[in-house]
C-alpha cells in the first residue's frame, strides 16, 4: 500500500469512527459490497443483522468505496444470485457527469453545477409531474463522486421487471418517440375533381398541434413549439441556424420564407391547435426541428444501463467516495436546490490540520469555504489533501523528501 493509500485510510477510518453508514430501507434483505485501499478485489455477498454489524466493519475496514443491493433477496449473503432468490428492487435512476457532452473540458465544479441541475429537471419534470411520485418517495442522494441518485423505494415500483423499467427510461431520454403522434397529420377534403374514371377528392395534410390539456410528451412538445415560434419570429436567420442545427443547411431564403409564414399565423397556431394556417413547407420543417432539436433538450439524463437492472449494487449513504472523500449525501428536493458538494458533503471529522502533499499540476481549489491555489510541494488541510490526493490532483507527502530516504 503506498502513501496516498495509507492517508485516505487513516483519515476514512476517523470518519467511521465518528459516523454512522445510514442504513437502507429492508437493509437486512440487502446484499452489501465493498472496495478497500490495501486490496485489490471487490468484496460482494455481505449481509448484516443490525445496524452495529455494518458500523463495526466499517470503523474495522475503512472501505474506499461502500454499495448496498437496490435488489432485496431473501438471502442477501447467499453466494450466488440464484440462491440469494430475488424479491424485488427498488427504481433506481443514475445520474453521472462523465456522461455529459463536453464533460471532458469541464472542471469538476462545472461538471457538479450542470449534472445538478440535470437532476433538478428529472425530479420536477418526470419523477413528480410525468410519472406522479411524491417529494417524500423519492430519495435523492449526492453519490460523493460526479453525479446524483434518485432512489424509489415504493411497492408499487418494487416488481417492476427489467422490459418495463427500461420503457421509464425510454420515456424519460425521449428514446423512440414519434413524431408524427406528437403532431399527426389531420386529413381535410378540399375539393372534387372530376376525372374520365369519375370524380376524385382533392385532400390537405395539415399538422395538429396538441391541446393545453394535453399530459406527458404531448405537452411538453406543445410548450416547446411556443418557444421555437418565438424564436422564429425574434431571431435573424443566422442566429436560428445556430440556436437549431435542423436547420443548418437550409438555404437563407428558406428560412426567411419560413420566418414570414410562422409571423403571419403565430397567433392562429395556438389558438386552433392546428398547422393549417402555415403552408406545409413550413409545417414540416418546425416539425423537423421538433423532433430533431427540441425534443431531445427537453428529455431528461439519465445512466441508461443503470434502472434497467434489477440486482444493481448503488453507493451507500453516509459512506464516503474513495476518489474524493466526499460523502454519499442523502438530500431532500429544497436541499438540492442550494446544494454544494464542495461545501456541504465535505466531513467535519477531516481536521484542519496542514498536510504534506505534492501536487501533480497547479491547481485552484474553492473547499468548505475557502480558496487555494496550489503548485508544487505545499500543505494543506486535511479537509483538502483528501480530495486531491482522492481526486489524484496531488500526492501525499513531499517527493524531496521521498528521495532523501531513499538515498
Not at 432485496?72 to 445520474?95: N, Q, V
Request: glycine share 8%; proline share 6%.
Amino acid at each position: 500500500m503506498d502513501s496516498n493509500s495509507r492517508f485516505l485510510l487513516k483519515s476514512f477510518r476517523k470518519y467511521y469512527k465518528e459516523n454512522r453508514p445510514i442504513m437502507p430501507d429492508r437493509f437486512t434483505k440487502r446484499e452489501f459490497g465493498f472496495m478497500f485501499f490495501d486490496r485489490q478485489f471487490v468484496q460482494r455477498h455481505l449481509g448484516f443483522p443490525t445496524p452495529e454489524d455494518l458500523t463495526r466493519f466499517m470503523i474495522a475496514q475503512a472501505p474506499s468505496h461502500s454499495y448496498y443491493s437496490t435488489a432485496y433477496y431473501r438471502r442477501p449473503s447467499a453466494p450466488t444470485m440464484d440462491e440469494k432468490e430475488w424479491l424485488g428492487a427498488d427504481l433506481i435512476f443514475d445520474l453521472d457527469a462523465d456522461h455529459l457532452e463536453g464533460a471532458d473540458r469541464m472542471s469538476y465544479p462545472e461538471m457538479l453545477s450542470r449534472i445538478k441541475g440535470e437532476m433538478i429537471g428529472l425530479a420536477d419534470s418526470f419523477l413528480f409531474a410525468d410519472l406522479g411520485f411524491g417529494e417524500e418517495g423519492v430519495h435523492i442522494t449526492f453519490s460523493g463522486g460526479r453525479g446524483y441518485h434518485a432512489h424509489i423505494p415504493s411497492k408499487e415500483v418494487l416488481t417492476l421487471g427489467t422490459h418495463e423499467r427500461r420503457e421509464l427510461v425510454d420515456y424519460i431520454t425521449c428514446s423512440g418517440l414519434s413524431i408524427d403522434w406528437v403532431f399527426p397529420f389531420q386529413k381535410v377534403a378540399t375539393s372534387q375533381v372530376r376525372t374520365a374514371a369519375g370524380s376524385r377528392t382533392n385532400v390537405a395534410r395539415d399538422r395538429l398541434i396538441p391541446p393545453p390539456e394535453a399530459g406527458g410528451w404531448k405537452r411538453r412538445m406543445r410548450e416547446g413549439l411556443m418557444y421555437l415560434v418565438n424564436d422564429v419570429c425574434d431571431l435573424d436567420p443566422k442566429a436560428l441556424k445556430r440556436a437549431y442545427p435542423a436547420i443548418s443547411s437550409s438555404a437563407t431564403g428558406t428560412i426567411v420564407k419560413m420566418q414570414e409564414d410562422v409571423r403571419s399565423g403565430r397567433k392562429r397556431l395556438f389558438e386552433k391547435n392546428n398547422m393549417a394556417v402555415l403552408n406545409r413547407n413550413t409545417q414540416e420543417m418546425l416539425v423537423r426541428i421538433m423532433g430533431d432539436d427540441v425534443a431531445p433538450s427537453l428529455s431528461a439524463e439519465v445512466d441508461k444501463p443503470v434502472t434497467p437492472d434489477i440486482k444493481r449494487i448503488i453507493r451507500l449513504p453516509g459512506s464516503v467516495h474513495g476518489k474524493t472523500g466526499l460523502r454519499v449525501t442523502p438530500l431532500t428536493r429544497d436541499e438540492l436546490t442550494g446544494f454544494d458538494p464542495l461545501r456541504d458533503a465535505v466531513p467535519s471529522s477531516y481536521s484542519d490540520e496542514p498536510v504534506k502533499i505534492t501536487m501533480k499540476k497547479d491547481y485552484e481549489l474553492d473547499i468548505r469555504g475557502e480558496h487555494f491555489s496550489l503548485s508544487g510541494e505545499t500543505e494543506a488541510p486535511e479537509f483538502a489533501a483528501v480530495f486531491l490526493v482522492g481526486r489524484r490532483a496531488a500526492d501525499h507527502g513531499h517527493l524531496s523528501e521521498k528521495k532523501e530516504s531513499v538515498i
